[in-house]
Structure formats: C-alpha cells, structure tokens
C-alpha cells in the first residue's frame, strides 16, 4: 500500500482482534483494553484519509459513527458515576451503621427472640454492654450477642399490655373550662 502509513494502522488494529468462533464481534474482546475516542479519531482520521475518491463516505456515514461513539463515551461516563455513587452510598451506609450502633452502648434495649426459621418468640430486655462491627452489625446483651435487625425498642417501651392512651389536657370542651369557673 503506497504511501499509507501501515504502521499506524497496525498498532491500532492489533489492539484489536477478530474471532471467528464468536456468533457476533460485539462479544469478541479487546486484547489491550477498550477503544478510547483518541482511537476512534485514528481510525476515522486513515478512513478519511485512505477512502475512495470516486466514493467519498457521505456526511451522514461520518456524523452516524462521530455520534455513536460519543453516544458510547458518556454511557461509560454514566457508568462510572453510577459505580462511583454505590461506593460512596455504600460507605455512607456503613458509617451511619456504626454510628448507630455504637449509640446504643449503655443503652436499654429490647431484642427479638428468634427461633430456628428466623420467627420471633418473645423479647429480652437489657442493657447494650458492646456491640459488634466485624460482619453483620450486632450489639450484646448480658453477654450474649444480638443481630442489630433484631433491637425492637430502645428505652423504657411498655408493652402493649401496658400502654394506655391518655387524652391530651388540650381537648377539653367548653363547658369542663365553665365547670372550673
């Protein structure tokens, strides 16, 4: 090929191989890595420069493939700052755990009891003496360790037995203020 800079297209095409074996080339994988928009400007830089002169690539041609690929770089872009986003919102998540949980120390609180299927039995009530960090939150109670989903109630929360519902003095009518006159 005279006067073709085969150098250059050599380089940028063994970045890239054809596999027979695979139905589509959509599956077939990059050997360096993935195609960056300075090789997108290679390749349609040769395609301009080597195209037939007798059948030029039409504008649309050439606008297609430079909207594509711009269309690929800002999926990746999004891409990389969704998975960006679920780090941060994960660490986030793991420090307000802990923040959490640690509050609890000194605490009174009361867990479920669960049975072998994860059902709940009854309650125990005490005090937060550590908690757990490693894995799974847990806090421990007289020494006995206690999955953080399993806390029903911090502080002195009566029972449903127990809780009675009170008017508040503020619904008083009219005729209990006269009464007091």
Known sequence: MAGIDTDILMSDAAKYQYDASKESQTTAVSNKGDMTMNDFWKLMAAQLQYQDPMNPMSNSEMMNQMT????????????????????????????????????????????????????????????????????????????????????????DVPSKDDDKTEKPDDDKTETDDKEKV
């Open 68 to 155: 594509q690929m711009a269309t690929m770089n800002a999926m990746t872009s999004v891409s990389d700052a969704v998975a960006k986003f679920a780090t941060v919102s994960n660490n986030l998540s793991q420090v307000t755990l802990t923040t959490y949980s640690t509050g609890l120390l000194g605490k009174e609180v009361t867990v479920a009891l669960l049975d072998d299927k994860g059902e709940m039995t009854g309650t125990k009530k005490g005090t937060v003496t550590g908690v757990d960090l490693t894995g799974a939150t847990a806090v421990y109670i007289d020494g006995k360790k206690y999955e953080l989903s399993q806390v029903v109630g911090i502080g």
